[in-house]
């Protein structure tokens, strides 16, 4: 018998023959029903929002300083290049970023961008997909104008939400999970590690700035 | 209202260790209005055995117990640890009749400081004592009968005595049995960090709800010289606590 | 009795000053902010049962999960692979590597592959392998094993960590504080992320209805190691099953308040399948090697439970034996409570049966553990098997069988009470024992309180409840 076959007989014997009694074999619709209702009155098993408004509560948690993140509210598309080059100048680098190829950043005007991100580039921006209310994160699906390296290599990582794309809790990701892409991210504040004797230290492999370019129109 | 009648189950340790805390205990049960006995065919719960994995060996000595506690409205006893042994009577037995009989009793059976507290309602009067003490949580009190707040709720109530908090309270001593003869050296390692934590509080006193977790920081208080002085909590509330600490010469 | 190879370890742990000071740092400040995180969350408890009761519905159809994981998983692109035990996992992650002609490996952390031996069947392979996790750097240039399932490089203080990064980076660090440290290895790492042919991941979560994988991590290196290669292998236990995204989420919750106090980790990753026509980034291949390793055995016996457990590491952070010993000490891949259970499945009992020993039975693990997995009933129902097969020998058993037979005779356990006590008070000294025969494990570090002359039984029969004047 194949590996799989002898694993899967040993399970079907464990559960039908073991020690605490045989476990009651379902069929899949009975699984899937069983399965949905251990998802039943969420609000029991989840934290409120920071905030009633997702956004509001997605603000809120960016201002968190162990996520390490910074947030700049800009009012529409058209205010981003002035908002990307305020951070630059403030961090006193280059107006010079590596772009994901999403075409809402063809507009960046004042940026000289390029593609792909260098192992060793100082800054990179991205748009993401979605925000997430309860834990401040940001999803990014990986995609031909998405590079996941994007997000990751750099020092810093500049990510526009648009604020119509922030969900209130994880649990409302996850239906957008279906879609099924390459790779889909949470990203929750900058890359760190306690990895020595539990000092937090930023920017372990990941970006150590991560600054959230929340967009309202 | 009729008086509740209680088995007094004194437990091994108190029998031959320090047979105050039985005493303590029988008063407290008898200020809280119980009526108590103390049946001759005990002597202990089976938690050695249990605890060592001789399962038919701790189920043995548990029919015992049943046996000799069953009669009564509650079994009572100076140990959380005893009585978690006694509640997880049930578990120990495949046959259905026995399984019943050990869930009976599993019911009824307390730990003395969660009794007086819970079911009797009983509050200390005019029990004095000027000192300042600390309290340790043993664990199978804490986290297998939830005797948390009672204590402390008692202990209010005794005038003079002051508490301090303990750091880490709620972290095992190291006795566990037969572990601290069994593992001598991390039993030592994990006795002295809490010995270190009892003297930082400074108090003339440390209580506890369980004689060996008792035994086992005393024990190592008094090898490193330290002046705390160690009283099961029942000593106190029974206003015992006016003689000699554990291990001091009567 | 000669010491066992547990007690020795634990001897030599113990002697450690430097291990203490470096277990005492993270766990103690892995414990506050856990206690944070779960004081801000009044949910915790209805999301635990909650947890239980998912992993509970997933290992009662397992078989059901596996097979509709499979068909998702090679719907998306990935090859799925069998493995029955360790060396079968290890002989297919290294035929893969061997296929791609892979000269040089990435490995995210994944006690998993720990488990199945990994690291020692690439070298062996002849496959350089680079840990990317900063822990799992730090244990490689150490030559060690892990000692943590959250931070596997618990036992090494700072000074350690700048020994070996100062001897091993070229350039050296730029200091010895931390950060310069961590900058260091992303510096060195950064360029084995972006060379390698083929990149390792454990799993956190298999999502049966998306076939995905999930990987939580703070520093981003699961991402950086599965994103450049050209192959992404994910080897994970059979047991990581969960049917659908929405309940990891759930379980996600549970798992970073626990491990590190967190809410989220700073990366929560999805890889389903190789990189997409178009994709800008991303794998040529992926495979996923499903282990077993005792897994489907725990499905039947007294173990099941254990199968919930999602490898946070809470049990250990609260162990009051961990914390004194730190995980070397136990002997196997997993230390700690949870580790104390896993062991004697995975190595033998025979080989780690003080593991369930060597333990006070204080419950504080189960109280923190977020699926409610009883570890002191398995630890016991290790106990009870070790005494069944006759693994109890020497005093103890005698002793335990003297005293039950006593024990089961009243009047003539109290009549031995009687004469012995006596017998005991001969070696007091004022109130307290200093030295007494057989009684060495109590007496060398503590001193015994000298018992009753008379037992509260001998008193009570002579004076009745009016007790003794």
């Known amino acids: 018998m194949s590996a799989r076959d002898d694993i899967l007989a040993a399970v079907q014997k464990g559960l039908t023959q073991g020690q605490g009694g045989a476990v009651q074999r379902r069929n899949p619709d009975a699984i899937r029903a069983e399965a949905a209702q251990l998802l039943a009155n969420l609000d029991e098993i989840r934290p409120d929002l920071a905030a009633g408004d997702p956004v509001d509560a997605f603000v809120a948690k960016c201002a968190n300083p162990a996520l390490g993140v910074t947030l700049d509210r800009v009012a529409n598309w058209q205010a981003l290049p002035r908002a990307v080059i305020a951070y630059l100048d403030q961090h006193d680098l280059p107006h010079r970023l590596s772009v994901s190829g999403d075409p809402r950043l063809d507009a960046l005007t004042g940026i000289e961008a390029h593609q792909p991100c260098a192992p060793d580039e100082a800054a990179a921006i991205s748009v993401a997909d979605w925000g997430v209310a309860e834990t401040g994160s940001v999803v990014i699906h990986s995609a031909p104008d998405q590079p996941i390296l994007n997000a990751m290599l750099p020092r810093h990582w500049l990510v526009v939400v648009e604020e119509k794309k922030i969900l209130p809790f994880l649990d409302d990701y996850a239906t957008y999970a279906a879609s099924r892409p390459r790779n889909a991210v949470l990203i929750t504040g900058s890359s760190g590690t306690t990895d020595i004797e539990g000092f937090f230290v930023r920017g372990a492999h990941g970006p150590g700035f991560v600054h959230v370019l929340l967009v309202a129109g | 209202m009729t008086k509740p009648r209680v088995g007094l189950f004194v437990t091994c340790l108190v029998d031959a260790m320090r047979p105050q805390i039985g005493w303590a205990t029988l008063r407290l049960l008898e200020r809280a209005g119980c009526n108590v006995e103390v049946p001759r065919a005990q002597t202990c719960c089976g938690q050695p055995a249990g605890n060592s994995g001789d399962k038919r060996g701790a189920e043995k000595l548990a029919r015992q117990v049943i046996e000799a506690f069953e009669g009564y409205d509650y079994l009572v006893g100076p140990s959380g640890s005893c009585v978690g042994q006694i509640r997880s009577y049930p578990t120990l037995f495949s046959d259905q009749g026995w399984r019943s009989r050990a869930e009976g009793l599993s019911r009824k059976s307390f730990e003395i400081l969660g009794f007086l507290n819970d079911v009797m309602g009983w509050k200390p009067e005019g029990v004095r004592l000027d000192a300042t003490a600390t309290y340790h949580d043993s664990c199978s009190g804490l986290r297998e009968l939830g005797v948390q707040e009672q204590p402390r709720a008692l202990l209010e109530g005794v005038e003079g005595l002051q508490m301090r908090p303990l750091d880490g309270a709620n972290v095992c001593c190291g006795f566990g049995g037969t572990f601290c003869v069994k593992y001598p050296e991390i039993s030592t390692a994990i006795v002295s960090e809490k010995a270190a934590n009892i003297v930082d509080t400074g108090a003339d006193l440390l209580l506890a709800g369980d004689l060996g977790c008792l035994m086992n920081m005393a024990g190592r208080l008094h090898r490193e010289g330290a002046a705390t002085r160690c009283f099961h909590t029942a000593e106190v509330l029974a206003g015992m606590a006016d003689g000699p600490a554990i291990g001091e010469e009567g | ?469």
């Not at chain 3, 199968?307 to 961990?322: F, S």
């Not at chain 3, 553990?369 to 109890?392: F, G, N, Y």
């Open chain 3, 1 to 469: 009795m000669g010491a066992s190879a547990f007690t020795q370890r634990a001897h030599d742990a113990l002697a450690d000053p430097n291990l203490k000071t470096a277990i005492d740092r993270t766990t103690g400040t892995a414990e506050t902010k856990r206690a944070a995180a779960v004081g801000a969350f009044p949910e915790f408890q209805a999301a635990r049962a909650r947890g239980a009761a998912i992993k509970d519905h997933v290992i009662a159809n397992l078989d059901h999960y596996l097979v509709e994981f499979e068909r998702n998983a090679q719907a998306a692109g990935a090859h799925v692979h069998w493995a029955r035990d360790k060396a079968e996992a290890a002989e297919i992650v290294t035929r893969i590597c061997k296929d791609a002609d892979a000269k040089l490996v990435t490995r995210a952390k994944s006690m998993l592959g720990e488990e199945i031996g990994l690291p020692h069947a690439l070298d062996d392979a002849g496959i350089e392998r680079v840990e990317t996790d900063l822990a799992e750097h730090i244990i490689q240039l150490a030559h060690e094993r892990p000692s943590h399932i959250i931070w596997p490089a618990m036992h090494r203080t700072r000074e350690d960590v700048a020994t070996l990064f100062f001897k091993d980076h070229h350039p050296p660090p730029d200091a010895d504080d931390p950060a310069s440290m961590v900058a260091s290895a992303r510096r060195i790492l950064r360029e084995k992320f972006m060379s390698a042919d083929v990149g390792i991941s454990g799993a956190n979560f298999l999502i049966a209805d998306t076939g995905a994988t999930c990987t939580v991590t703070n520093e981003g290196n699961a991402e950086l190691s599965t994103t450049p290669p050209r192959v992404h292998i994910v080897t994970a236990g059979i047991e990581k099953l969960v049917p659908s995204t929405d309940h990891a989420m759930a379980l996600l919750r549970l798992l970073v308040r626990s491990a590190t106090g967190g809410e989220v980790t700073q990366y929560t990753t999805f890889h389903s399948g190789p990189k997409r026509p178009g994709d800008a980034d991303g794998p040529e291949e992926m495979h996923i090697v499903l282990v077993d390793n005792g897994r489907s055995r725990m499905v039947g016996d007294e173990f099941r439970q254990m199968l919930r457990c999602i490898r946070c590491g809470a049990c250990m952070n609260h162990c009051v034996v961990y914390r004194q010993i730190g995980g070397h000490a136990y002997g196997g891949t997993y230390p700690g409570p949870m580790g104390a259970v896993l062991t004697p499945v995975l190595d033998g009992l025979a080989q780690s049966r003080d593991l369930p020993h060597a333990c006070t039975m204080n419950g504080r693990c189960e109280e923190v553990c977020p699926v409610q997995i009883p570890l002191k009933t398995l630890l016991k129902a290790w106990r009870v098997r070790s005494w069944d097969s006759q693994q109890e020998v020497g005093p103890l058993r005698m002793g335990l069988g003297l005293w039950g037979f006593a024990a089961r005779r009243p009047r003539l356990y109290h009549f031995g009470t009687r004469l012995a006590l006596p017998v005991m008070r001969l070696f007091g000294k004022g109130g307290w024992i200093r030295r007494m025969p057989f009684a060495g494990g109590w007496t060398d570090t503590r001193d015994l309180p000298k018992p009753a002359a008379r037992s509260f039984m001998s008193q009570h029969a002579n004076h009745g409840n009016e007790g003794p004047k």
